[in-house]
């Protein structure tokens, strides 16, 4: 029995002594030992001055704690003691994740020196591992490779074809048709000859079919046709014979020297005789525009050939093909075209090769006398089409090498292994082996190395933990510490880890600093111990930083959704950007590389869904507020505050005008504002148990604590109890811890001051009456944040910033200050974090938002009803 006085004593100094020391760390920030140490003698000397009210909100402050949340500075003090058994189960727990490959070391190693001599203790055939991989490696490189057909080149291949086509068809157009005259009456050869023959030629031509003194020798009276044949004949056969021209200088010129000369002046002079010299006028004329635009044509073609020397229509050739053989010829060279390319013309074809399988090809494709230009025109626009497969040569090279036996060595009982002394082989190694006499053991040196890591690791976060002065639990580092590690756990299996998912879900609820460190962390320490590539390392932390420092702005799912989005666009980019830098992208496998950065991009997009699916089953389990979940919990249509406002309208009016003026004051102070705005929605919904024992909600009505009760010591009671009750409705409807410490906390310890001066004056007229000044006042704890502290302000001043009306902002000023001073000096905000200063400009804003709902308006004039 005498010991519980002694116990409760060193409980109050306890509890006292650490509530100073949390006020020093938040006026000081840590900013060094003499200024603690100064505040700490200072408060030494200031103990006495808090007097026996200050022992007994203590004591109603530990009692709160207990009956409340269990959330009392003493319990806050043991989970302060139990921080370094987190750090230790971290440090076991990552270094026994990241070397798992330490715990089975072989101690005897390939280049060690034997400490004795080992033999077989059995007879056994090993497999070479080494000769195997050899033969392997021999099969792979020998298998043939797959060739598939590039498409682009096919399609260029086509785009020169058919551009050399349309220059020919641009070439011939200029020339005209041809042949340009029925070739019943001149052969195609007949007019070739005179479209492309020289310009003398053609006027001796001329003047010879003009000037000519031959005859027929049968009379041309008969009309039938049968004599105009005959007359045909004997025209050509004496055309034939040596004619004697006088040409234009006078000089004498064998023309039979010149079959076709002789043979177009002899069709000329047949086709005048056989009809009019009228026609044959016509006909000389229609034969002088063809060799106009033939003299055209052939310009242009040497045009080409000057700009081009190894064009294939570096001739008159392609001008002498009729339009039917130059059609067909058209058609032949693409289909000869289409038929190789079909084929495969494989890289570093033989010339004579690829000549024959053409030659043969436009054989039976195009006209004989068109064979040359075909030829010389495709093997200008081939070139190899076929590109190797490189999915399917990796196949059959696999297929190849799976065909390789092993190479087995047989092992005979007692047969030396090595030597005492000797340098172990890697063969030597390898039987050892196959014997199990290779003496595993852990590492511990390596272990001791990679520990040493972590524990600087866990050393910095718990440096950056401190320095962001943010509250963790213990549940919040062991979600970090679950986290964490599935990044390396998730790495010994597929190099596809979850970096896009812990930057997301850990920027989403501790914010950027946090997230940033631990991702840089890992980032740094995985190549130590992991066998990862540093491009797929890299991308993935940039896709998780990027998370981290964006995902707690956002205010939806929806956002974060598109976030996701953004973070598998950085890992894939960053991740070809890295291959880029390396030129590992330019190579024939830049498909590959292409695939690899599409794969580690949808990785990315799989975690972020997985957090997304993760993130509000997280917050129920380690109770998180972030910013998403605060927002829905401050919608007005869940059940709780559609309830509030149902069931108690007055209470909500006051509930809104509370949280606009916390909201202002939490703004200017760089508070949580989402959490202030849904704490206050929250913080009276205990009123419910019994609407019409507040007076806001008795509409002006009876107060019942007048009528009904006439008991302060019942009323009293039934005031406090809308914060039991609200915490009841709170955990019944799975409220956030963070948003239940609103509902105590902004009444504190707070006296009942209406109904305790009641009892004070009942007391008075009835001496047996005792009144207890504990039992009207509220059961706590005093607010342990800056947000709830603000809330304990805004609900305090709200009824009287209302019942104001024409004062002055002076006037409002002043009372507000009142207000906060009596709060101040009652010792409710000793552990709020809140300074005088910010309790002057907390008064502040809380008039300027009393001016914005109570501005002035204009006084319109009354206007007299109409009759």
């Known amino acids: 029995m005498k010991t519980q006085p002694?116990?409760?004593?060193?409980?109050?100094?306890?509890?006292?002594?650490?509530?100073?020391?949390?006020?020093?760390l938040n006026k000081r920030h840590l900013l060094g030992a003499r200024g603690v140490i100064n505040d700490f003698l200072l408060s030494l000397s200031q103990r006495s001055d808090c007097g026996d009210r200050q022992k007994l909100r203590t004591s109603r402050s530990i009692q709160a704690y207990k009956t409340n949340r269990g959330t009392c500075v003493s319990i806050l003090g043991y989970i302060h003691r139990r921080t370094p058994v987190i750090y230790a189960i971290a440090l076991v727990s990552l270094t026994g994740v990241m070397g798992h490959k330490l715990?089975?070391?072989?101690?005897?190693?390939?280049?060690?020196?034997?400490?004795?001599t080992i033999k077989a203790p059995y007879s056994a055939n090993i497999e070479d591992k080494k000769k195997t991989d050899q033969d392997r490696k021999t099969a792979t490189k020998?298998?043939?490779?797959?060739?598939?057909?590039?498409?682009?080149?096919?399609?260029?291949?086509?785009?020169?074809?058919?551009?050399?086509?349309?220059?020919?068809?641009?070439?011939?157009?200029?020339?005209?048709?041809?042949?340009?005259?029925?070739?019943?009456?001149?052969?195609?050869s007949t007019q070739r000859y005179l479209r492309s023959c020289s310009n003398s030629e053609w006027q001796t031509l001329l003047n010879a079919v003009e000037n000519t003194n031959v005859q027929p020798k049968f009379a041309l009276k008969t009309q039938k046709q049968s004599s105009k044949i005959a007359v045909m004949k004997t025209a050509i056969e004496v055309q034939k014979d040596t004619i004697i021209l006088?040409?234009?200088?006078?000089?004498?010129?064998?023309?039979?020297?010149?079959?076709?000369?002789?043979?177009?002046?002899?069709?000329?002079?047949?086709?005048?005789?056989?009809?009019?010299?009228?026609?044959?006028?016509?006909?000389?004329?229609?034969?002088?525009?063809?060799?106009?635009?033939?003299?055209?044509?052939?310009?242009?073609?040497?045009?080409?050939?000057?700009?081009?020397?190894?064009?294939?229509?570096?001739?008159?050739?392609?001008?002498?093909?009729?339009?039917?053989?130059?059609?067909?010829?058209?058609?032949?060279?693409?289909q000869s075209a289409e038929r190789i390319l079909a084929q495969g013309i494989p890289p570093g074809l033989p010339p004579n090769i690829l000549q024959d399988a053409v030659r043969l090809q436009v054989q039976t494709s195009v006209p004989q006398e068109a064979e040359s230009l075909a030829r010389k025109l495709l093997l200008i626009v081939l070139k190899p089409n076929l590109k190797k497969d490189e999915e399917l040569s990796k196949q059959s090279g696999a297929q190849a090498a799976a065909g390789v036996k092993p190479v087995m060595v047989s092992m005979r009982q007692g047969e030396v292994i090595v030597k005492k002394g000797e340098t172990i082989t890697a063969w030597d190694f390898e039987v050892l082996e196959h014997y199990h006499l290779v003496r595993r053991e852990i590492n511990w040196l390596g272990l001791t190395k990679l520990g040493g890591i972590v524990s600087a690791s866990i050393g910095i976060f718990a440096f950056v933990e401190r320095r962001i002065q943010t509250k963790m639990r213990q549940r919040d580092r062991l979600l970090i510490l679950l986290l964490t590690i599935s990044v390396p756990g998730v790495l010994i299996g597929t190099p596809y880890t979850t970096w896009s998912a812990i930057g997301l879900l850990l920027g989403s609820f501790y914010g950027a600093n946090l997230g940033i460190t631990v991702i840089g962390l890992l980032a740094l320490q995985l190549p130590f111990s992991l066998e990862i590539s540093r491009t797929v390392l890299w991308s993935g932390a940039a896709g998780g930083i990027l998370g981290s420092c964006i995902a707690k702005r956002l205010r939806s799912r929806e956002e974060l959704a598109l976030l996701s989005v953004g973070v598998t666009l950085t890992q894939g980019g960053v991740y070809l950007i890295f291959k880029l830098l390396v030129g590992a992208a330019f190579g024939s496998g830049w498909y590959i590389v292409l695939r690899e950065a599409g794969f580690f991009a949808l990785s990315?997009?799989?975690?972020?869904?997985?957090?997304?699916?993760?993130?509000?089953?997280?917050?129920?389990?380690?109770?998180?507020v972030t910013p998403i979940r605060l927002a829905e919990l401050a919608n007005p249509n869940r059940s709780l505050l559609k309830q509030l406002a149902t069931k108690t309208p007055g209470t909500f009016q006051h509930t809104l005008f509370v949280a606009t003026l916390a909201e202002a004051a939490?703004?200017?102070?760089?508070?949580n504002v989402e959490l202030v705005r849904a704490g206050t929605l929250y913080h009276d919904i205990g009123k419910?148990?019994?609407?019409?024992?507040?007076?806001?909600?008795?509409?002006?009505?009876?107060?019942?604590?007048?009528?009904?009760?006439?008991?302060?010591?019942?009323?009293?009671?039934?005031?406090?109890?809308?914060?039991?009750?609200?915490?009841?409705?709170?955990?019944?409807?799975?409220?956030?811890?963070?948003?239940?410490?609103?509902?105590?906390?902004?009444?504190?310890?707070?006296?009942?001051?209406?109904?305790?001066?009641q009892a004070q004056q009942m007391a008075k007229?009835?001496?047996?009456?005792?009144?207890?000044?504990?039992?009207?006042?509220?059961?706590?704890?005093?607010?342990?944040?800056?947000?709830?502290?603000?809330?304990?302000?805004?609900?305090?001043?709200?009824?009287?910033?209302?019942?104001?009306?024409?004062?002055?902002?002076?006037?409002?000023?002043?009372?507000?200050?009142?207000?906060l001073r009596a709060r101040w000096q009652d010792n409710q905000l000793l552990d709020s974090g809140l300074t005088r200063e910010e309790m002057s400009q907390i008064a502040e804003i809380f008039v300027k938002v009393w001016q914005q709902f109570h501005h002035k308006r204009i006084a319109y004039p009354k206007l007299k009803p109409c009759n």
């Open 604 to 624: 990315g997009l799989v975690w972020s869904v997985v957090a997304l699916g993760l993130s509000p089953y997280l917050e129920k389990l380690f109770d998180l």
């Open 6 to 24: 002694f116990l409760q004593s060193m409980t109050e100094k306890l509890t006292h002594w650490q509530r100073r020391y949390k006020t020093l």
């Open 103 to 116: 715990y089975n070391t072989t101690k005897l190693k390939a280049g060690t020196i034997a400490p004795q």
């Open 688 to 757: 419910m148990h019994d609407p019409l024992g507040f007076i806001e909600n008795q509409m002006g009505g009876p107060n019942k604590h007048e009528t009904e009760i006439n008991d302060p010591w019942k009323s009293a009671k039934i005031i406090k109890k809308h914060v039991s009750e609200g915490l009841a409705m709170a955990r019944k409807h799975s409220l956030p811890t963070a948003i239940q410490a609103f509902i105590p906390e902004h009444q504190g310890t707070m006296l009942i001051a209406y109904f305790y001066h």
């Open 142 to 188: 020998s298998s043939l490779s797959v060739l598939m057909v590039d498409a682009q080149v096919n399609e260029k291949i086509r785009q020169d074809l058919q551009q050399f086509l349309d220059t020919g068809n641009e070439i011939r157009a200029t020339a005209g048709y041809f042949p340009f005259f029925d070739t019943l009456v001149l052969p195609v």
């Open 246 to 334: 006088k040409t234009a200088g006078g000089k004498l010129d064998n023309i039979s020297q010149k079959p076709d000369f002789a043979q177009a002046v002899a069709e000329l002079e047949t086709y005048r005789l056989t009809t009019s010299q009228q026609n044959l006028s016509s006909l000389t004329a229609q034969i002088s525009q063809a060799r106009k635009a033939y003299a055209q044509a052939n310009a242009k073609l040497l045009q080409l050939k000057a700009v081009n020397p190894k064009t294939v229509y570096n001739d008159t050739f392609i001008l002498n093909l009729s339009d039917e053989d130059w059609g067909k010829t058209e058609t032949g060279i693409q």
């Open 765 to 819: 007229e009835n001496p047996n009456l005792t009144v207890n000044e504990a039992d009207f006042r509220y059961d706590g704890p005093i607010p342990q944040s800056r947000e709830t502290a603000i809330v304990m302000l805004a609900d305090s001043c709200e009824a009287a910033l209302r019942s104001l009306k024409d004062h002055s902002p002076e006037q409002a000023f002043f009372m507000v200050n009142n207000i």
């Open 666 to 671: 939490a703004k200017h102070l760089k508070c």
